[in-house]
């Protein structure tokens, strides 16, 4: 049995309205890059592959030749994000403006000094320390220490939010 075109196109159109409200983090009806590179590092990181072959989301060279994309466990990129707020929103974002992601505990600790930690401070989290793949914040929050490689060392990494108070 054959589907009219008119039907496909139809379902196609709520489809692509759909992924639109929830892509749209902001609401201003349009997809910007960075909203388009969070739907595509949680897509691909859903389906268990590595986002974009190793290249950089930001498409730099410099983050290419560092490391993996950054692959993201526990976040949710489908809701409004809010950096000042949240100190989980804020190492997300941040993580993506690197564009590559620590593989290792040793490595973990010079890639969130180099690319996260002014950021969160400038963001309004205080980070008090940071060892290997674990850094401790506070915020109104309170505060918090944070295991943030998944599986460091080991074949899969991720970016996670292994947060517990302290």
């Not at 890639?111 to 205080?126: P, S, V």
Request: proline share 4%.
């Amino acid at each position: 049995m054959n589907t009219p075109v008119s039907d496909v196109n139809s379902a196609m159109k709520q489809l692509a309205g759909s992924l639109m409200q929830k892509l749209d983090t902001n609401k201003d009806k349009q997809l910007s890059s960075e909203e388009f590179s969070q739907f595509l590092t949680l897509l691909t990181s859903t389906v268990g592959s590595t986002p974009l072959s190793g290249i950089a989301a930001s498409g730099s060279a410099r983050a290419a030749a560092a490391g993996p994309a950054c692959v993201f466990e526990g976040f949710d990129f489908a809701r409004p994000q809010d950096t000042q707020k949240s100190c989980k929103d804020a190492f997300a974002s941040l993580a993506m403006k690197a564009g590559y992601m620590p593989t290792t505990k040793a490595g973990a600790e010079e890639w969130f000094n180099t690319n996260i930690k002014a950021g969160l401070t400038d963001l309004g989290h205080t980070v008090n320390w940071v060892q290997g793949d674990k850094f401790q914040f506070s915020n109104w929050q309170g505060t918090w220490v944070v295991d943030f490689v998944r599986g460091a060392d080991g074949p899969n990494p991720a970016l996670a939010w292994g947060a517990e108070q302290g």
